[in-house]
């Protein structure tokens, strides 16, 4: 079992070095991103492995939409907020972990994921669009390597 959890913060055309998220002049965009995510696996079998789990995401876009702009101004923003949910099912016969040079690896699994957008303009003082967004992908594989005999 374990957790991951990771925060970014980008700040496209700025010209401030400082530290901890200070803005002395404010850049055109700035992104930040939040991920958390938990999994766990189970063995089946020697060379079986079942595994789940699931993750939670946040992004935020602020961004001006003129060149013009002062520091009291307000960016535009776009808030995409999500979970993933996702199990799988994986053989791994390979004979090293790098570099393999005999096995097989062969994985079957499924991913669910949802979310939503809400785009704010700040000139119009109203919320534009709220978009939920869902997809599904599902995904299998199998690699070889070796000697054909």
Request: include cysteine.
């Amino acid at each position: 079992m374990s957790a991951y959890s990771t925060l970014n913060r980008w700040d496209f055309f700025s010209t401030s070095s400082e530290l901890f998220f200070e803005d002395v002049r404010p850049p055109f965009i700035i992104q930040d991103e939040y991920n958390f995510k938990v999994e766990a696996g189970f063995p089946l079998g020697v060379h079986n492995k079942l595994s789940f789990g699931s993750a939670y995401f946040n992004a935020r876009d602020e961004y001006y939409q003129t060149k013009v702009f002062n520091k009291e101004d307000e960016p535009d923003k776009t808030d995409f907020n999500g979970f993933v949910f996702y199990s799988g099912i994986e053989s791994n016969s390979f004979n090293y972990k790098q570099y393999a040079t005999e096995g097989k690896y062969r994985c079957l699994s499924f991913k669910y994921v949802t979310g939503k957008e809400i785009i704010t303009r700040v000139l119009l003082h109203k919320i534009l669009a709220k978009a939920p967004t869902t997809m599904i992908f599902i995904y299998s594989g199998e690699f070889t390597t070796g000697t054909l005999k």
